[in-house]
Structure formats: C-alpha cells, structure tokens
C-alpha cells in the first residue's frame, strides 16, 4: 500500500460506509456469543485479503451507529486487565436487516459486474 | 511514532477538538478498550516487546488518529441524534402553534416531570452517600465504600445523559468513561476524589433536585389554571356550577365571555409549552455542562 491516489481512498472510504455495516451485521449474525470490536477486527483480518480493505479503527463508530438504529444490542463486561469491554450482539431487527441488504449487495454486485465487462 | 497509549489517545482528542464533548467520550472509549486489548495480545506473543513497538503496528491496523477522528465524524454526521429535526422556515404564528407538532417540547415536558422523581433520587443519593462515606472514613472499610459511591455518581451521571438525549434532543456520552483502569482501588479513589467531573456530577444531583420541584409545581399550576379557563363554559353551563365562589355567594361569567376565556387558556397552555421548549435547551446545555467532562 505504498502510493494510492487520494481518489482512491476517497472511492474506498465511500464503499466502505455501506459495505461495513453489512459485514458486521453478518459476522455477529454467524457468532453464537456476543463479541467485542477487537475481536470482530482480528475476525476480519483472518477472513479478508492481504491487503487490509479498512482500518479498524473505523469499525467502532459504525458498531455505534448499528446499535443506535437497533439492529445491534450492547453490554459492558468487566475484563480480566484493562477497561471493560463493550460485547455486541444481533437483535432480530438487525436479522431482518440483514437479509434484506445481502440481497441488496447480490443486486448490486451483480450490476457493478455486468457494467465493468461493458 | 506514539510511545504510549496515552499519547495516541491526546492526539485523538485534539484531532477531535470541534467535535462534539459526547463523540469525543465515546471515540475514547472505543479507543482505550482496542489499543489495550491490542497490546495485551501482542505482549503475549511476545514478553519482550516494547509498548512503543507493538503500538506501531497497532495504530497502523488501527488507524491514524486523524483517520479515527474522521470516521466517527463521517458516522455521527449520518446518525442524527434522537429527536434532531430538519428546520423549515415558517411564520411567527406557524412556529408558535407548531410547538405541538414539536417532539422537543413535549419531550421537555415529560422530562421536566420526571424530573421531580429523579431530583428528589439524586438529591437523596447524593447526601446519604456522602454523609455514609465521609463519615465511616475514619474506619478502615470507609474507603471502598466512598469508591462505591462516587462509581455510583458516575453511573448516575451516565443514565441522566441518556434520559436528557432522549427527551430534550441534545447529544450526550453513550459510553461510560473509564480512565482508572488498571490501578488498586486506593488510586482509584483518589483518582476520582481529585477529578472535577465527579464533583461537577455531584452538583448536579443536587441542583436537579431544586430545579426538578421547581418545575413540577410551575407545570401543575399552569397546567390548572389553563384547564380551568377551558373547561369554564362547561362547568357553568353542563354542571350549573358557578366559577367564582366567594363567601357562599357564586359568581358566573356572562356567556358572551365564554369564546374569550377557552381562547385565554389555549394561549396560555400554548404560551407555557415554548417556554418549556426553551427551558428544556437549557437545561440540556446545563446538564452537558456539568455531566460531560472535557
């Protein structure tokens, strides 16, 4: 990731505002406990490719926002060292949510494919 | 380039420093809980790593503090906070009656009730915890007992700025604030006893508890009073009843003053709600004054 023209990251950081919101709807929709950000990030990195698609740092906010909208549910639990830990969890409205945007993504991916072969 | 999680944590908040108070809490709490997990899974793997080297790598993954300041921007910027309503212009008398179509004022209303109960909580709260902890610090268990209440204020502190978001529209921390972590509970204690936010928080149980009773006594009597201009016609005319009685002799309006008198008592009501709407704002901004610590 040496030099990326400031488009680029700007085309980046555009697909990303929606695009992270449905990964992370769909991790904690797979996950049977309730999970924390630093797990969901390196939960992330494991799956993704090489090339990191977004800084972690920018999963948080959305986790927030998610939750403000009610599609995910929190709680704090203490940890063993450090500050307590804030666990997310998927509630019903955020698998409904969930369903109808993997199959907006379909749609579009689809869409996006069909026009780039021209 | 950050040595500690401390410095990368500076560097956010003044990254953050138009932001809103509340954003700035929440972004460094996320921030703290992260970086700390993050560097105690790196000294796992490796004991001999140093805290700036892991933090290198960390913050890389984690993202620079001006790219972390600027996602929350870009998130807090597409979720608005409860209640936050798009204005129209509209003409004087629009934006006077429209106070019923306004979510804030009715929320202030509610708010301004509830805070009778919460006052007289808080106020209660806050006296017997103090009078408890300073008195029993001349034993020994005086001490965690004092930690306990002032973790309590806190809480408190927190709940309340969830219920002023709620119903008064302005935007407080969604996360608690934990900058003690990590330290015996004697630190702690002093920690929390020097820190100016607890004291502020402490002032503001006390306050709600003065405003609090203010307001429900001004809400019950022009509440009252409005009602009784309205509902005069049908007292005098369903119920036969006199509006004025005084000395065992009933005094009635005359009935041309009927149209009049509802009118005077919608225009009061109408009148008290912006005002509750106005003091509600203002309330909120004192409430974020005291609760949210810079």
């Known amino acids: ?118 | 380039m950050f040595k500690t999680m401390e410095e990368y944590l500076d560097a956010l908040k003044t990254e953050m420093k138009d932001a809103d108070p509340a954003l700035v809490q929440d972004a460094q709490a996320d921030a703290r809980e992260h970086l700390s997990t993050a560097l105690e899974a790196a000294r796992e793997a490796n004991p001999a790593v140093s805290e700036a080297d892991a933090l290198g790598k960390i913050i890389e993954e984690y993202g620079t503090p001006e790219e972390t300041a600027s996602a929350y921007r870009e998130v807090e910027r597409r979720t608005s906070p409860a209640l936050k309503q798009t204005t129209k212009p509209r003409s004087a008398l629009g934006r006077f009656f429209g106070v019923y179509t306004d979510p804030r004022a009715w929320g202030a209303l509610l708010y301004m009730l509830i805070a009778f109960v919460t006052g007289v909580f808080y106020f209660s709260w806050a006296v017997t915890g103090l009078s408890v902890s300073i008195s029993f610090l001349i034993f020994i268990f005086g001490f965690p007992i004092a930690l306990l209440f002032l973790l309590s204020v806190r809480g408190l502190a927190l709940l309340e700025g969830r219920l002023v978001e709620a119903l008064l529209g302005i935007r407080m921390p969604r996360r608690p604030l934990f900058s003690h972590q990590g330290m015996k509970w004697f630190d702690r204690l002093k920690a929390l006893l020097t820190d100016k936010a607890t004291w502020l928080m402490l002032v503001y149980m006390i306050v709600q508890f003065v405003l609090g009773t203010v307001y429900f006594v001004i809400i019950v009597t022009v509440l009252s009073i409005s009602l009784s201009f309205i509902a005069l016609p049908f007292i005098q005319e369903v119920l036969h009843q006199g509006a004025v009685y005084n000395n065992g002799v009933r005094y009635y309006f005359p009935s041309w003053s009927y149209p009049l008198l509802v009118l005077g008592g919608l225009l009061l009501w109408t009148t008290f709600m912006n005002i509750i709407r106005g003091v509600g704002q203002l309330h909120g901004r004192l409430a974020k004054w005291l609760l949210v610590s810079e």
């Open chain 1, 1 to 118: 990731m040496t030099e990326i023209s400031s488009h680029t990251r700007k085309f980046q950081k555009e697909l990303n505002a929606g695009t992270s919101s449905l990964v992370l709807l769909s991790v904690l929709s797979r996950s049977k406990e309730p999970m924390y950000g630093y797990q969901i990030a390196k939960m992330l990195e494991e799956s993704g490719p090489e090339i990191p698609m977004m800084k972690q740092g920018t999963l948080y906010p959305v986790l927030r926002s998610l939750e403000e909208n009610g599609l995910l549910e929190s709680t704090v639990e203490p940890s063993v060292s450090g500050p307590p830990r804030r666990y997310y969890k998927i509630t019903n409205d955020g698998r409904e949510a969930l369903k109808e945007w993997a199959e907006i993504w379909k749609i579009t991916k689809k869409f996006v494919d069909a026009n780039l072969k021209g």
